[in-house]
Each structure stands twice: as C-alpha cells, then as structure tokens.
C-alpha cells in the first residue's frame, strides 16, 4: 500500500483510542480470568458445544448456539454468555475483543467502547500498511536484486506479494477459522470489485487515456478465470488438494505469461517491429521516497555532505539509525503531514528496533552495524514471541527454560561475534542475509496485526449483529485497498494512467489466487485434504456476481472503445459499485431475500 494514504486524518486521529483501547484490553485480560491465550476452535468443538445445558440455561451456552445471539440476553448475562460459548472464543490474537467489550465496560459503556475498537481498528490499517511500505516491500526488493530476478518476475511475484501482503495475510488469517471465512471471501470479492471500478474509474475519470490492450487483455482473462474458479469451489461448498494446488499453479502460469510476453515484445522492439511505448518507464509509487533526501536523519544528501572524512560513533549511528524523523523534510511538510508522523513515530520506533532493512539502492546498503547487531537479537525474539500468539516463545523446555531465553541466549552471542569481526563503514558479504530476516520479521509483524485485525472485526459484526461477509467487503476490503487507491490516482495525476490502470487488475490477480490458495493450503492436514466452504448466504452469490459482471464490462467495453478510456467510462464504473454496495447492504438487512420455497 502507497504511503500517501497516512495523510487521511481518520487514521491520524487513531492512536489516542489506540492507547487507550491497549490499557482497557489490558484490564479485560487482566479480569478474565483466562491467563492463557485464547483457545483455537475446531468445528468439532462447535459441534459438540455444551450439550448438559438446557434451553432455558440465562447463559445460553447451548449446541450450536451463534455468538450473535449475545445481543439479545439482558445486559447482566452478556459476559457469562461470552465465557461459556465455545462460538464466541477469538482464534489466536493477544487481546481478548469479545472479553474486553462484553465484561470489562458497562453496558451503558457500549458506544465508548465501540468508538475506541474503531480507533483500534484504524490503527491496525496503519500498522499494516507502514510495515509493507517500509520494511517488508524493501527486503523483498533486496532479495529480488540479490537473486538477479528481471523487474518483470520480481515485479509479479516479489512485488506484487509486497504490495498484496496486507490483503494476502488478512485472507490467509480469517480462512484459518471456518467461522471467520466469511471475512475472507467478502475481502477477496469486495477488493476485487472496489479496484476493478472505483479505482479504475478514478484514474480515467483524472487523466482519460489509451489503455495498453495486451496486458489488459491478458490480466482481464486471468482475472476472469480466477473469479470463475472461486465461484465454483464455492457452489461446490469444499476446496480439495487438487483446487488449491490448481489456484497456485494457475498464478505460475500467469507468471510465466506475463515473462513470455515481455520477451516477445522485447524481440519485436528490438527487430524494429513495435514502437517503445509511453507507459513502460517505471516511476516509484512512494512519493516521500522520490524526493533527495533519505527516510531516516542519517542519510544525507550532496549538499549535508561534511567537507572533512570523519568517523562517526556506533553510539551516534545507532541513535541516528532509530530516529525516525528527518528534520529536514519535517520543516517543509505540511501541519496534517507532520500530525500523523506523530501518531506513526511509536509504530516506526518498535519497527526500526525489530525489522532490519536492506537497502541495495544506497552506497552501504543502509548497514547500520550497531543497530543490525541489535536486530540479531530482536528479530528472532520478535518471530518466536509472535508465532501462535506467542504459544511457541513461551513454552518451557523441560519445564526449566522458556525457548524465548535460548533465542535470546543465541542470538546475543551471534550479535557480539558480527559486532566483533565487522566495522561501521563497509557491509560484510553475509549482509544479505539480513534482507532474509527482515522479511521474517517484518512478515511476522504483519501477521500477527492482520490476526487482531479479523477478531475485532469479528468483534464488530458480534456487536452489530453483521454478516462476516459484509465485513470483509466493506471495513477489510477499503482499508487494505484504500493506499492503494490514493497511490494509484497519484501516478495517474503526475502522467502515468496506464500504469496505474495495469496495476488495478494484475495486483488483484495475486491477492485472489494466492490468497485463496494459500489460506485453504494452510488449513489442510495429512488426514483431511478437504476444505469445506459455507457459502449459503445470498450475499456472496451477489459479491461473485457482481465481480464477475464488471470484469465482464471492462473486457467488453474497453476494446469496443479500442481502448480510449474517458470520464464516461469512469463515471459508469463508479455507478456501478455504488448501486453493488446498496444491493449488498439491503441483502444483508433482509431488505432483499430469497422467496421461501
């Protein structure tokens, strides 16, 4: 996600909620009275439920019961009906949302609490979309560079992960529960959607262009059949070994296209049969990182530059290394700009501490030895203490050490040994490795914000009593696609549309498949190769639908138009997923049913 979304004062206004929302959460743990993490439900333990209760039971902990039904006991019994519903227990995560709002505020505390989950939830947008941006996409450009990729593979697989990570997570984490599948596909078909029209209808609504007609065919057509394959797993109701493995192997071949393409248009350049095109430079999507100077303080640029060679400090480079404002650009950055780098400085702070980064674009590939040193020790305490809620970190071995004590007991001894045998000025040959480890951690980061991101929004649609699917398409599916968007229209702005118009539909071609593919794979086990997919509701025949028929629009009216784009197209795009989402929201209030048979 492009960074020009962190100028949304929404988001700016979040950390305070934020802060306060953690020392509420706190207290709910604190009063549970479950000291563990929250427990991991199997559909056998729904199905089993409690079956010595009896209808009349206050708590309502009966077989089957839906956690939605929460609502609808006296106020007094909605904490009781929260512990002793297996339904209402959040899978993984480190706050307990369900705890936090149902026994820890009064009821007459209910819109307080709400207002400070949202806050919370807008926070955890921000999280994620630093964490892609600044640390996890760069790793993954370094390591494309350290694997001598072309820009064409590193471009549709390591940087479309980077770029899809927060969608890819978020779908990856609400598939590992089957209550929270929902999410999942509402996510996948209202980013789609959302994209596919209101994006793309913005940027020609911005700047009217002539689109590029191959890769927009050939992006169109995997899309298409991307969006057929989901829909019929979910007609069939269940994923199998061989779908999973189908939806991968389909986005290899997609890979393997968009490469062979390449080379025959390359061929065709260069034997003077296809003219150089307009749209093919490539022009960074970060705005902040266009400009001379460098993220951090400590780069600077020809005219900061000291005239006399001096040695700096490993104390002064490690300050400078963690200090996330650069007084320079902070000086000539407008006052909402300067409001929300406040609200994102703790964010980066923690980042900085824990991620590092490798950056082959600078002359010492951002080595940073006292602060990469450090990171030795903070990254893999960060990834053990993260997996699993930190289930893994905290377990004892032998019942004597916990394994985040031997971690840390390692990683200090390698961290002595590199800070020992390397020096400030020049990277060692192993410092690639740590692009590896950035990677990890900074992947682990967002994992571990996508998991609290699908349980309170789980949390929200107990509260309020929605569907998960609507959920996922509205709340999940704008907040992982609003960067996005901001940084889309951007490029379309500064003359490049067609760029910013391939990137609508072949960045949403790895969040599809590999998101699907990913998360049923990961659910699969040695004695249960199945995946069973609930798909009753009508809403998400609608989502299916409605992807489809606007995939079907573009890929009719785009060529018909032989490929000019203007604001008519633009305005009937944007008309068109206005009237979606008023359909999606009256079948989810009942408004729009099907006749009973």
Not at 160 to 167: E, M, Q
Not at 352 to 376: A, E, F, Q, S
Not at 422 to 429: C, D
Request: proline fraction near 5%; charge should be neutral.
């Amino acid at each position: 996600m492009g960074p020009v979304w962190a100028l949304s004062l929404a988001g700016a206004l979040s950390l305070a909620g934020a802060l306060s929302l953690a020392g509420a959460l706190s207290l709910a743990g604190a009063l549970a009275g479950d000291s563990g993490a929250p427990r991991a439900v199997t559909p056998a333990a729904l199905d089993a439920g409690s079956t010595s209760s009896t209808g009349g039971d206050p708590s309502g902990h009966g077989r089957g019961l839906d956690c939605r039904d929460v609502r609808k006991h006296n106020s007094s019994e909605w904490c009781c009906f929260v512990r002793s519903n297996p339904d209402c227990q959040l899978d993984g995560g480190f706050l307990d949302y369900l705890g936090g709002i149902f026994c820890v505020f009064p009821a007459g505390l209910l819109p307080l609490a709400v207002t400070l989950y949202a806050l919370w939830l807008l926070y955890l947008f921000v999280i994620l979309g630093v964490t892609a941006e600044k640390f996890f996409c760069p790793n993954l450009s370094a390591i494309s560079t350290n694997l001598k990729l072309s820009h064409n593979v590193a471009g549709v697989t390591f940087l479309a992960f980077g770029n899809g990570a927060p969608d890819v997570f978020s779908t990856v984490v609400a598939f590992s529960d089957p209550r929270t599948a929902g999410l999942a596909i509402g996510a996948v078909f209202g980013a789609g959607i959302f994209v596919t029209t209101v994006v793309a209808g913005g940027i020609a609504l911005v700047k009217p262009f002539t689109a590029a007609s191959r890769p927009f065919l050939r992006d169109t057509i995997f899309y298409m059949l991307a969006v057929f394959l989901t829909f019929l797993i979910l007609y069939l109701g269940r994923i199998t070994l061989g779908e999973v493995l189908g939806y991968l192997g389909l986005y290899i071949f997609y890979v393997f296209t968009v490469v062979l393409c390449t080379w025959i248009h390359r061929r065709q350049r260069g034997n003077g049969l296809a003219p150089p095109r307009p749209w093919e430079p490539e022009m960074p999507t970060d705005a902040e990182e266009r400009e001379s100077s460098g993220t951090n303080s400590g780069d600077y640029g020809e005219e900061y530059r000291p005239l006399l060679p001096y040695r700096e400090t490993s104390l002064h480079i490690l300050a400078a290394a963690l200090n996330p404002l650069d007084h320079r650009k902070w000086r000539r950055k407008p006052w909402y700009w300067r409001l929300f780098k406040v609200f994102k400085v703790p964010v980066e702070l923690v980042l900085l501490l824990t991620v590092p980064v490798v950056d082959p674009d600078k002359d010492d590939l951002n080595w940073k030895r006292p602060l990469n040193c450090l990171h030795v020790v903070t990254s893999p305490l960060l990834c053990v203490l993260t997996l699993k809620s930190g289930a893994y970190g905290l377990y004892q071995i032998q019942g004597i050490f916990p394994v985040w004590g031997l971690v840390m007991l390692v990683g200090s001894v390698l961290a002595i040994i590199i800070f020992l045998t390397t020096t400030n000025e020049e990277p060692p040959k192993y410092h690639c490795v740590f692009a590896f480890l950035g990677f990890l951690a900074s992947a682990m980061w967002i994992n571990a914000t996508a998991t609290e991101l699908v349980n309170i929004l789980r949390t929200m649609g107990i509260v309020f009593q929605l569907s998960n699917t609507v959920l996922g398409l509205t709340l999940l599916a704008w907040g992982n696609s609003i960067g996005d968007t901001f940084s889309d229209l951007t490029m379309a702005r500064q003359g490049y549309p067609r760029m910013a118009f391939s990137a609508c539909f072949g960045g949403i071609i790895f969040n599809i498949l590999v998101g699907v593919g990913l998360g049923c794979l990961l659910q699969m086990t040695s004695s249960q190769l199945v995946v069973k997919l609930e798909s009753d509701s009508l809403l998400v025949w609608i989502l299916a639908g409605a992807l489809g028929l606007s995939l079907v629009f573009s890929f009719v009216v785009v060529p018909a138009q032989c490929f000019q784009l203007g604001k008519a197209y633009g305005i009937c795009l944007i008309l068109y997923y206005l009237a979606f989402l008023c359909v999606a929201l009256l079948t989810e209030f009942r408004v729009i049913r099907l006749a009973a048979a």
